[in-house]
Each structure stands twice: as C-alpha cells, then as structure tokens.
C-alpha cells in the first residue's frame, strides 16, 4: 500500500484542515513532525523530512504553504530518491512570507532546480502566499504538472478547504505509478 507523508506549513495545519482530514481518512499517511511550527528552520525542517524518507522509501508527499517550499529543497539530495511523488498545494513565496511574517521564517531563498521526481503544483488566482504568474514559473521550474484551482485562497480552512477528496484523487495517480501522472506544464 503506498505511504502518504502529510508535510504542514507555517503554524502547521490546524483542526479542520484538508491535512487534518486527509491523516483522518487514510490509515497509510503520517505527519512528518516538525519542530518550532511558529519559527522554522530550513536545515531543521530538511534534517526531519529526510530522516523521515530513510524510514519509509517511495513514499508520496503531500506538502502544503511552506512545507512545499521544504519538499521542493530536496532537489539534488540523496534522499530524494524516496519520494514517488509530490502534491505541492499552494506553495508560498518566500518574499510573501516575509512580507506577511516578518522575520519569522529562515529558509534562505526560493528552490530553483527541477525536481527529480513526479511533482503536481496546485495553485489559485488569489492566494496571498504566491501569485498565480509565479505559480506558473516555479511548476515551469520544479518540472511540476499546474493544476488550477481558480479563486481559492490558500487553500486552506481560512477559504473553505476542510476534507478535500479532489487532492486524494490527485494524489491517488502517484500510488498507481509515477509516471503514469500526466502533467500539464505551464506555458
């Protein structure tokens, strides 16, 4: 049975989020426990995401806000080769973290390099945490299939996101095969 890895954000995902249920709805995912939720650290959070992976090979990731920032930093780590694939949901922009919380995150600067493993990028027109142009460059980037979701915040519970099967079925094309996930790169 193919493992999930729930990766949370800044402040973690709080009751009612879609991570929340999605941990309550399927008995093969884990929260990948993260220190200092309020202040993280990119070394730390990075140090607890690979130890997790060592444990648990072929795991899909199911990464939201800044916690996609910490999966996409696995780009020319060893460890990636452990990851059978990545829902990246809302991904935040470093520059708007700061702006929105300063001085409150310390993850250096924005990944660049493409992602050696199956990666969806989930984004909205709205969210405050990155702009949907910069959605598209940074799937252009990762090598990462878009998917649009419209006017949907940061999809979280803030913009009506509780129990979100549409991501379980996103996810669900990883566990059949990763390279069976047909992805739709940004022009």
């Known amino acids: 049975m193919q493992r999930y890895l729930v990766i949370p954000g800044l402040n973690g995902s709080g009751p009612g989020h879609w991570q929340r249920w999605w941990l309550a709805d399927h008995s093969n995912a884990s929260l990948l426990e993260l220190e200092n939720w309020q202040s993280p650290l990119l070394y730390v959070w ?94 252009n980037r990762w090598g990462s299939g878009l998917i649009d979701l419209g006017e949907a915040g940061h999809v979280n519970v803030a913009s009506g996101f509780g129990r979100w099967t549409d991501g379980y079925a996103l996810a669900s094309g990883f566990a059949k095969s990763p390279g069976a996930i047909q992805t739709r790169r940004a022009a």
């Open 46 to 139: 990075l140090a607890a995401l690979e130890a997790a992976l060592a444990s648990s090979p072929s795991t899909v990731l199911v990464a939201h806000s800044l916690g996609a920032i910490l999966v996409a930093n696995l780009a020319g780590r060893p460890s990636a080769d452990h990851v059978a694939g990545a829902l990246l949901v809302a991904p935040s922009d470093l520059t708007a973290v700061e702006r929105l919380h300063p001085g409150q995150v310390r993850f250096g600067a924005m990944p660049q390099s493409e992602l050696p493993f199956p990666s969806m990028l989930v984004a909205s027109r709205n969210d405050p945490y990155l702009k949907f142009a910069r959605a598209e460059a940074l799937a």
